[in-house]
């Protein structure tokens, strides 16, 4: 059982910043990988980063990328995604997954969610 919980979100003008946290609790030896999916209203939920556990290994949906960082810090159990210049396409609901398998791009647990706002 792994539980995650969002914080960082909030409104931000188009080119600012924020810093999305995710704390993870329970079974955390078992994660693999932690991502970040967002879901805009009308639209389906989409990857945008993952970074591995153990090794730190990261990958980009091509929309963000030059743009976020995801990095872990694994004895706080959290990882986070640095979003830089924002647009407001970025807007949408953001949130924090957890991957216990190796093999399939699926993940088992998720967050309640952190709404980013991006004003033009």
């Known amino acids: 059982q792994v539980q995650l919980v969002e914080s960082g979100g909030g409104l931000v003008q188009a080119g600012g910043s924020l810093r999305l946290s995710c704390v993870a609790s329970?079974?955390?030896?078992?994660?693999?990988?932690m991502g970040w999916f967002r879901q805009a209203p009308g639209k389906e939920r989409e990857f945008v980063a993952a970074?591995?556990?153990?090794?730190?290994?990261?990958v980009y949906a091509e929309s963000v990328k030059g743009r976020f960082t995801i990095f872990r810090d694994n004895p706080k159990n959290t990882v986070y995604l640095q979003m830089n210049s924002l647009k407001p396409e970025d807007t949408a609901v953001y949130y924090c997954?957890?991957?216990?398998?190796?093999?399939?791009?699926?993940?088992?647990?998720w967050g309640q969610g952190t709404q980013v706002t991006v004003s033009s």
């Open positions: 997954a957890a991957s216990m398998a190796t093999a399939t791009p699926g993940y088992d647990y």
């Open positions: 329970g079974i955390i030896r078992s994660i693999y990988r």
């Open positions: 970074v591995s556990r153990n090794i730190g290994s990261t």
